[in-house]
Structure formats: structure tokens, C-alpha cells
């Protein structure tokens, strides 16, 4: 099988990769990537001269380049976004083109070409927020409260369209936060680790209570590989490790680990519309496709908490040049 995989030089997009390609030795993968400030190629480094690994460089919104990419591929995972709630908040643009109008490109080429599979990398942010108790099902109605997500919710919309008006053999998977290796220091984990060992402060929004449940990304990238393998055309799948903790309990156990004071935690200004609390039900993907999660958030945390420890000069290149500008934006003084 030959799988596009779009967004494959970010996050979680390069632990799928990685994880595809030992999964299924007959495999290959081409990573379409436009190398956003989010995109590193060093995240798939050992992989340069893999001959089964091919990386193009291209943008999901331009039709030209991805009805060229999409020859010969047999499946589509488009994990390609702009991923960060603040930076959304700023300027929704580049989100909109991206992960709404890129998502229909991908769409409408898969089509043209035939692809016999579509998996649509969504979000549990689509659902909007909850009150003290519940989680997410398939069935909650869509909520979305952030440029981000909005622009998600409208993906998984085009998606739907898709399946109902054409067929298309798409699915879309709205996982739980994610954390683990190679996750760039902008988001909650990456940035908490970065600035401890920095003696930096500890940047909380509001009154650190918001709950979001976590997910160590190889459960995440197991789960995809099941759902493109033996999903429903049509269906949606939550993914989620039912790690349900508040932000502040995540920060000081950080701190702990790295025997850092807790006297670097600095409250401040909240994030606009801040989703209280996330939880994902994920019995249907665990019944369905008999996937469950093999990382406790005890194990996943130290593991990460370590991978961060030793690859220091990867985040310290990242937190350079853009980043700065960017941190100095969201939190009114420099990471360095
Ligand atoms: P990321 O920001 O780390 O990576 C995004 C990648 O997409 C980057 O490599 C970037 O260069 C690329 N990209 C951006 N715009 C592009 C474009 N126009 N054309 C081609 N490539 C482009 O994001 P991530 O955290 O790895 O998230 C990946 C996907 O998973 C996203 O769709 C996100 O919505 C979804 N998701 C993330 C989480 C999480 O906790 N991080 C949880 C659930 C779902
Ligand atoms: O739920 C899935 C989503 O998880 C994904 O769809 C998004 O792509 C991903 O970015 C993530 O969104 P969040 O907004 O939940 O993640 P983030 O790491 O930005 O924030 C996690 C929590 O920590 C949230 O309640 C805000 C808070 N936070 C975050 C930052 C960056 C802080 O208190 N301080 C911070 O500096």
C-alpha cells in the first residue's frame, strides 16, 4: 500500500510515519508537507534514505500540486493544519486556507484519482466544551468555540458532504489532546518541560483548572493505522486514553519529575473563550476495531519528560527567530 500522508513533517504526522512504515514492512509513504514554522524535516531524519520514504514539498490548498502528488497512492491521511488555539486567535486566516479549503483540495483530488481511502485527522475540540461530568460520543452535536476548531468542525463538514454526495471512502478520527516526541514547544507539555529546564517561568491561563485528557501520540498513531485499515467508510471515530487531568496537576507533575520549584508556575491572562474540559468516549473505536491504549499517563509522561531531556538541541533550534516573535506576542516577554 502506498499512502499519502500530508502534514507528515509536524507532530504527531512524523510519529505516524515512522510508526506506518515499521507497522507494515510492504509499505510506503510519500509525506506532503509545506514546512510551516510547525513543519522539521529533522523529526524524520533517519528516514532520508529510506527507499519505501518520499518527502515532497507542497501546500493542501494548491490543486495543481496535490492532483500531481496523489497519483499512485492508494490511501490519503491528512493530518496537515494549523494546529495552535492561540495562534488562531490572533489571525484565523492561514486556518481557514489550511484545514478548510486544503481539506477540500485533498478531497476533491482523492476523488479524481480514485483513492480507495481517506482518513480526515480531526479534533474532540469540534465538540465544543463540557460541564463537570460526561464525555464526548460520536453523537455529541459539533460546538466548536475557537477559530481552530471551527475550522476543523467545517473540515469534518466537507468530509461528511463527500461520503453522502459522492461515496467517497472517507473517515474522519477526533482524537484527545496529544503529547509525546517531537511535539513542538509551543503547546502545554512541550512548553512546560522547555521553559522548567530553562528556569523560565511557567506561563498558566486563568486558574489552571481547564481539564483536557491525554493521549500519548503512539496510541494515537496506532489508532489511525486501525481505523485506515479497517474502518467504516462514513463513520467517525473518537480516540481517547480517558487521561482526564486539570492543567495545573500536569504542570507540577512536570516540575516533580524534573525536580524543578513549583515557584516557576506564573498565572496569567486567560485564553480567550478557553474551553473548560475536554473527555473522549472511545468505546465505539475499542469495540469496533478492538484498538485500546498502551500508555499509562504516568509512563508516557516520564518517557516524554526524557525524550525532551535528551534531545535539548532540537526545541533550543526551535525556540529562535519566529518563535521568539511569537512568544513575545502570546505572552508579552521573551522564552530566552
Ligand atoms: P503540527 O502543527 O505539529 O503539524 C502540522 C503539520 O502540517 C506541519 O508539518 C506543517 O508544516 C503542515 N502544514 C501546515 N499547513 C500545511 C499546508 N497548507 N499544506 C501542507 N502541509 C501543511 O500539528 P499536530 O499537532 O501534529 O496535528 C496534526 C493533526 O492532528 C492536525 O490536523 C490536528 O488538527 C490534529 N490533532 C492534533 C491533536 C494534538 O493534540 N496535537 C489532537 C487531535 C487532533
Ligand atoms: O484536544 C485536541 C487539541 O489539543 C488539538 O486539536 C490541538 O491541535 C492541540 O493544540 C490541543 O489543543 P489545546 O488548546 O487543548 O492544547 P494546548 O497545548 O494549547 O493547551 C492545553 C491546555 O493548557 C489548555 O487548557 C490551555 C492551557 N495552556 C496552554 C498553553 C500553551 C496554558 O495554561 N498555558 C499555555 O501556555
Redesign the pocket.
Same mark, same amino acid.
Not at 502545554?188 to 518541560?193: E, Q, S, T
Not at 517561568?201 to 486563568?206: I, K, N, R, S
Not at 508516557?300 to 526551535?318: K, P, S
Given at each position: 500500500m502506498r499512502v499519502l500522508v #500530508? $502534514?507528515?513533517? $509536524? @507532530?504527531?504526522?512524523s510519529n505516524f510515519i515512522r510508526h506506518f512504515l515499521t507497522a507494515h514492512p510492504d509499505s510506503e509513504v510519500v509525506n @506532503?508537507?509545506?514546512? #510551516?514554522y &510547525?513543519?522539521?524535516l529533522e523529526n524524520l531524519r533517519e528516514l532520508e534514505h529510506e527507499p519505501r520514504y518520499e518527502f515532497v514539498k $507542497?501546500?493542501?490548498?494548491d490543486d495543481k500540486s496535490v492532483t500531481n502528488v496523489m497519483r499512485d497512492v492508494d490511501a490519503v491521511v491528512n @493530518?496537515? &493544519?494549523?494546529?495552535?488555539v492561540d495562534r488562531s486567535i490572533h489571525d484565523p486566516r492561514a486556518f481557514i486556507? =489550511?484545514n478548510v479549503l $486544503?481539506t477540500q483540495v485533498l478531497l476533491t483530488a482523492a476523488r479524481e484519482r480514485d483513492v480507495s481511502r481517506f482518513v480526515q485527522?480531526? =479534533?474532540?475540540e469540534v465538540y465544543g466544551s463540557l460541564g463537570p461530568t460526561g464525555a464526548f460520543t460520536e453523537e455529541t452535536p459539533l460546538a466548536p468555540n475557537s477559530p481552530y476548531s471551527a475550522s476543523?468542525a467545517a473540515a469534518d463538514m466537507l468530509v461528511r458532504a463527500a461520503f453522502h454526495t459522492y461515496r467517497a471512502p472517507v473517515i474522519v478520527t477526533r482524537?484527545?489532546?496529544?503529547y509525546g516526541p517531537f511535539? @513542538?514547544p509551543e503547546?502545554l507539555i512541550p512548553l512546560m518541560i522547555a521553559n522548567a529546564l530553562e528556569g523560565k517561568p511557567l506561563p498558566v491561563y486563568g486558574d489552571g483548572m481547564n481539564v483536557r485528557d491525554w493521549i500519548y501520540v503512539g496510541d494515537h498513531c496506532e489508532a489511525i493505522d486501525r481505523v485506515l485499515e479497517a474502518g467504516r467508510p462514513g463513520e467517525i471515530y473518537n480516540v481517547g486514553a480517558s487521561n482526564e487531568r486539570p492543567n495545573l496537576d500536569i504542570v507540577r507533575r512536570i516540575l516533580s519529575e524534573l525536580k524543578k520549584p513549583e515557584s516557576l508556575i506564573t498565572y496569567v491572562k486567560d485564553r480567550p473563550g478557553h474551553d473548560r474540559r475536554y473527555a473522549i468516549d472511545s468505546t465505539k473505536i475499542q469495540r469496533e476495531l478492538g484498538w485500546k491504549p498502551k500508555h499509562s499517563l504516568d509512563d508516557g509522561l516520564r518517557e516524554t519528560v526524557q525524550w525532551y531531556l535528551d534531545r535539548r538541541a532540537w526545541w533550543e533550534r526551535i525556540r529562535t527567530g519566529e518563535y521568539l516573535a511569537y512568544y513575545k506576542k502570546q505572552y508579552g516577554s521573551d522564552a530566552t
Amino acid at each position: 500500500m502506498r499512502v499519502l500522508v #500530508t $502534514g507528515g513533517a $509536524g @507532530f504527531i504526522g512524523s510519529n505516524f510515519i515512522r510508526h506506518f512504515l515499521t507497522a507494515h514492512p510492504d509499505s510506503e509513504v510519500v509525506n @506532503f508537507d509545506l514546512l #510551516t514554522y &510547525a513543519g522539521n524535516l529533522e523529526n524524520l531524519r533517519e528516514l532520508e534514505h529510506e527507499p519505501r520514504y518520499e518527502f515532497v514539498k $507542497g501546500d493542501i490548498a494548491d490543486d495543481k500540486s496535490v492532483t500531481n502528488v496523489m497519483r499512485d497512492v492508494d490511501a490519503v491521511v491528512n @493530518f496537515a &493544519a494549523e494546529s495552535h488555539v492561540d495562534r488562531s486567535i490572533h489571525d484565523p486566516r492561514a486556518f481557514i486556507r =489550511t484545514n478548510v479549503l $486544503g481539506t477540500q483540495v485533498l478531497l476533491t483530488a482523492a476523488r479524481e484519482r480514485d483513492v480507495s481511502r481517506f482518513v480526515q485527522v480531526s =479534533t474532540d475540540e469540534v465538540y465544543g466544551s463540557l460541564g463537570p461530568t460526561g464525555a464526548f460520543t460520536e453523537e455529541t452535536p459539533l460546538a466548536p468555540n475557537s477559530p481552530y476548531s471551527a475550522s476543523k468542525a467545517a473540515a469534518d463538514m466537507l468530509v461528511r458532504a463527500a461520503f453522502h454526495t459522492y461515496r467517497a471512502p472517507v473517515i474522519v478520527t477526533r482524537c484527545s489532546n496529544n503529547y509525546g516526541p517531537f511535539q @513542538f514547544p509551543e503547546k502545554l507539555i512541550p512548553l512546560m518541560i522547555a521553559n522548567a529546564l530553562e528556569g523560565k517561568p511557567l506561563p498558566v491561563y486563568g486558574d489552571g483548572m481547564n481539564v483536557r485528557d491525554w493521549i500519548y501520540v503512539g496510541d494515537h498513531c496506532e489508532a489511525i493505522d486501525r481505523v485506515l485499515e479497517a474502518g467504516r467508510p462514513g463513520e467517525i471515530y473518537n480516540v481517547g486514553a480517558s487521561n482526564e487531568r486539570p492543567n495545573l496537576d500536569i504542570v507540577r507533575r512536570i516540575l516533580s519529575e524534573l525536580k524543578k520549584p513549583e515557584s516557576l508556575i506564573t498565572y496569567v491572562k486567560d485564553r480567550p473563550g478557553h474551553d473548560r474540559r475536554y473527555a473522549i468516549d472511545s468505546t465505539k473505536i475499542q469495540r469496533e476495531l478492538g484498538w485500546k491504549p498502551k500508555h499509562s499517563l504516568d509512563d508516557g509522561l516520564r518517557e516524554t519528560v526524557q525524550w525532551y531531556l535528551d534531545r535539548r538541541a532540537w526545541w533550543e533550534r526551535i525556540r529562535t527567530g519566529e518563535y521568539l516573535a511569537y512568544y513575545k506576542k502570546q505572552y508579552g516577554s521573551d522564552a530566552t
